[in-house]
């Protein structure tokens, strides 16, 4: 089982950006999809955006044109850049990958507030 550690979070004002890192223990060239969830308090776990090996992206309607995902196969890492971030973005955000897509990192936490 591949091992996701995230890192990146922290506080922000609003307006700000933060860049979130995901690496893996293996290579995650094999990995077909990869993507980051988060989950803020009291709300369910919900997708962010998911990159294929291919370069197939999606992005959760709320986060279009202000977040950007990308995967370094070299690196074995996959990073959303979070730009003009806003107090809803607050959330523990989470890596998922793997074999069957069924590895999740421990978490980072983002906070977006003045």
């Avoid at 922290?10 to 860049?19: A, K």
């Avoid at 223990?25 to 988060?38: E, K, Q």
């Avoid at 998911?50 to 370069?55: A, K």
């Avoid at 196969?73 to 990958?97: F, H, I, W």
């Amino acid at each position: 089982q591949v091992q996701l550690v995230e890192s990146g979070g922290g506080l922000v004002q609003p307006g700000g950006s933060l860049r979130l890192s995901c690496a893996a223990s293996g290579s995650i060239s094999s990995m077909y999809v990869m993507g980051w969830y988060r989950q803020a308090p009291g709300k369910q776990r919900e997708l962010v955006a998911s990159i294929t090996s291919g370069g197939i992206i999606n992005y959760s309607d709320s986060v279009k044109g202000r977040f950007t995902i990308s995967r370094d196969s070299a690196k074995n890492t996959v990073s959303l850049q979070m730009n003009n971030l806003k107090p809803e973005d607050t959330a523990v955000y989470y890596c998922r990958g793997g074999r069957g897509y069924t590895s999740w990192g421990q978490g980072t936490q983002v906070t977006v507030s003045s």
